[in-house]
């Protein structure tokens, strides 16, 4: 597993919000995303982002992102 999802994992509340750090932990290892703040859950960028490196990121996706065709 890569680095940035420790980071992630282990993060302040405000790290978990901050889109930036979000987006290069995903792209890094799209796991990362269940770590992430609800609201960035909802985010498509991030999402998306997650779900190209690692498809099945989508289960942590907010419901209404994981009906989404894009």
């Known amino acids: 597993m ?7 994992e282990s993060a302040d509340d405000s790290l978990k919000k901050d889109k930036q750090f979000v ?7 799209g796991e990362a995303l269940q770590f ?5 859950k909802k ?6 982002a997650a779900v ?3 498809g099945w990121a989508l289960e942590y996706a ?6 989404d065709k894009e």
């Open 36 to 40: 992430a703040h609800d609201s960035l």
């Open 62 to 67: 907010h419901d209404s992102l994981k009906k």
């Open 23 to 29: 987006l290069a932990a995903v792209k890094e290892d």
């Open 52 to 54: 190209k490196e690692r």
């Open 2 to 8: 890569a680095k940035y999802k420790y980071e992630l």
């Open 43 to 48: 985010d498509k960028e991030v999402v998306l």
